[in-house]
């Protein structure tokens, strides 16, 4: 069993630059009786960002609830059916609460994941040539992909750059591209709350200001809402995209969309299924939608699943979301101080952090490359080959975040699309052809990310693990 170990002259001047985080010691309760493998096994965990660990006591509660009802497929009216629609509807309405969404405002609709939150918004987005999506460079592909539906309608795409070091969006250029919105046409503005490659958060109030000049707003909370505070009673984005899974680690395959009311009912579906209708003939060739959210959730719903997503949302309640901010806030600040003071004997830096240095307008994803002392970028697969074995869970690559990976690395517009408009690139592209056509550029990078069962060890061993690479 590895342990990590905090010396306690590193202690004194954590506790001394982050007072706060005294404030969240019940968490190392938590992480002792909800994670305990943690522990036991002396695994370094900093994954979050990709997804949380699943707590003991939620996977007990929900083993209770399904060892003890009869739980029906929720498209029926028969006694098991009838209680399996009470829990998915609970679950629902505990969505709507934990974000303090209005319920005459807002439907959630429940998806497998964030993913299918996003299609759903952009294959019944009213794109059409007279309109337009917008988006930052930073999003993940599942939100990159929704130009593909946008473009099959005729309609233009626009990327707001991001800009180095801190890779946040320049605002007055952003504002630039909102004015357009005051031109008419149904106008798609998509944004991550925060980015789940430099762990940037956006400002909310990018919201009203597109809202005011007429787009919709659809935002990623994906990578936000494990460690932050989402109050769609002050915010009110049109369309917001979640997974369970990442706040709080069980189960898998659940995740919503929450809508407007108005917004949703601008969309339309580009087709019907079980579940999505009132009516749907086979004679008649008709099909009428269900009303609001129903409409979106395709065939059966989670429905065994959707207990726990209610049991989830309650744990993050007790525990407290302001608790696990702070937590986070002060691990993440520590990190970076503790990361970027780590120099080769030449005097040059360890690491080079693709993001905001500070724990300011920032979540707990911290993505950065190693560099030999003759400025060589280490590859990121050696990184993470050698943080396999001593047992660290971390990320590396592009994290599906293509747009921060190009900003951060520099890889150029004209360097893409000489690779691919190469012939033998025109329908196959394989990584390794990709590292050829960028010249030995680095294509990734690593990430590590916190999140409610972190702690203070976890970051050290980090840092430990990360001195072994200095020269
Ligand atoms: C910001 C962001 N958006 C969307 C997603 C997609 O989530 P899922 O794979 O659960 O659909 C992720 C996953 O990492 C993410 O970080």
């Known amino acids: 069993m590895r342990v990590a170990r905090v010396n306690v002259i590193g202690l004194a001047t954590f506790t001394a630059a982050y007072p706060q985080y005294s404030t969240t010691r019940a968490l190392d309760d938590r992480r002792a009786r909800d994670y305990p493998l943690l522990d036991s096994l002396g695994h370094v965990y900093l994954d979050y960002t990709a997804g949380n ?17 009869l739980l029906g497929n929720p498209h029926s009216t028969n006694p098991a059916s009838a209680l399996a629609t009470t829990f998915v509807e609970q679950a629902r309405l505990s969505v709507l609460d ?14 497998a994941n964030a993913t299918q939150a996003l299609k759903l918004v952009g294959e019944a987005y009213p794109f059409d040539a007279g309109g337009e999506y917008l988006l930052t460079f930073d999003n993940h592909n599942s939100v ?10 005729g309609c233009l795409t626009t990327y707001v750059p991001i800009v180095l070091p801190d890779m946040r969006v320049d605002e007055a250029e952003l504002a630039a591209h909102l004015e357009r919105g005051k031109l008419g046409g149904a106008r798609l503005f998509a944004y991550p709350a925060q980015s789940n490659f430099s762990g940037v958060q956006h400002p909310l109030d990018w919201i ?6 007429g787009w919709d707003v659809l935002l990623d909370a994906a990578a936000f809402t494990p460690t932050n505070r989402l109050d769609l009673g002050r915010w009110r984005p049109d369309f917001v995209s979640q997974s369970f899974y990442k706040m709080f680690g069980y189960p898998t395959g659940v995740g919503c969309l929450i809508a407007r009311k108005a917004a949703l009912a601008r969309l339309r579906r580009p087709w019907f299924a079980g579940g999505t209708i009132t009516v ?3 004679q008649g060739d008709r099909f009428y939608l269900a009303e609001g959210a129903s409409a979106f959730e395709d065939g059966t719903p ?6 726990a997503v209610a049991f989830g949302l309650e744990y993050l309640s007790q525990i407290g979301i302001d608790t696990i901010h702070t937590r986070v806030r002060c691990l993440t600040g520590w990190l970076i101080e503790r990361l970027t003071g780590l120099r080769h004997s030449s005097g040059e830096a360890l690491a080079r952090v693709y993001g905001p240095r500070s724990d300011v307008r920032r979540g707990g994803t911290v993505t950065f490359n190693f560099y030999d002392p003759a400025g060589r970028a280490i590859d990121h697969r050696d990184v993470e080959e050698r943080a396999n074995a001593a047992g660290i869970s971390l990320r590396t690559g592009c994290f599906c975040n293509p747009g921060g990976g190009e900003i951060a690395l520099g890889i150029t517009g004209t360097e893409l699309s000489s690779c691919f408009h190469q012939p033998e690139h025109e329908t196959h592209l394989t990584i390794d052809d990709f590292r050829l056509c960028i ?14 069962a972190s702690n203070l060890a976890d ?10 690479f200095v020269k």
């Open 144 to 153: 990159n992909g929704i130009r593909e539906f946008a473009r099959a309608k």
């Open 302 to 307: 989670n429905y065994l699943a959707l207990p």
């Open 280 to 282: 749907a003939s086979v």
């Open 439 to 452: 010249d030995g550029k680095s294509t990734g990078a690593v990430r590590v990310s916190l999140g409610l």
């Open 53 to 69: 660990l699943v707590p003991l006591s939620l996977v007990d509660r929900h083993t209770a609830l399904l060892r003890d009802h």
């Open 459 to 468: 970051v050290e061993a980090f840092v430990a693990f990360a001195a072994t």
């Open 208 to 213: 009203p200001l597109a809202q005011e000049r």
């Open 98 to 111: 934990f974000f303090n969404a209005d319920p005459d405002e807002y439907v959630v609709a429940f998806t």
